[in-house]
Nanobody, 123 residues
Framework: QVQLVESGGGLVQAGGSLRLSCAAS????????IGWFRQRPGKEREFVAS????????YYSDSVKGRFTISRDNAKNTVYLQMNSLKPEDTAVYYC????????????????WGQGTQVTVSS
């Protein structure tokens, strides 16, 4: 079992920054990954970014590439999502997710989910 707790959401003006944190507990496994997804109002949940639990591989959706950075601190079992140059269309509930096994793809197969944190970007 893996538990995930997100924090760091809030209200920010367009152009601003926020950093989300995902604290993980339980057995992730060295071949696993942690990802961030979001669900915008009236839309389906979508992939944002992910990082493998070991190694340097990161993956981003085209909509956030160059603005968001995912990183991890294995000692703290925490993954971060630094979000810069935020836009109103980034407004969403952001979910942390964990995949406890290896997949070549970076954006599918996540089997544990957090409760989500709201990010609101005002224009």
């Amino acid at each position: 079992q893996v538990q995930l707790v997100e924090s760091g959401g809030g209200l920010v003006q367009a152009g601003g920054s926020l950093r989300l944190s995902c604290a993980a507990s339980g057995l992730i496994g060295s071949s696993g990954a942690i990802g961030w997804f979001r669900q915008r109002p009236g839309k389906e949940r979508e992939f944002v970014a992910s990082i493998r639990w070991t190694g340097k591989n990161t993956y981003y959706s085209d909509s956030v590439k160059g603005r968001f950075t995912i990183s991890r601190d294995n000692a703290k079992n925490t993954v971060y999502l630094q979000m810069n140059s935020l836009k109103p269309e980034d407004t969403a509930v952001y979910y942390c997710a964990c995949r406890t096994y290896y997949l070549l793809s970076g954006d599918v197969g996540f089997n544990y989910w957090g409760q989500g944190t709201q990010v609101t970007v005002s224009s």
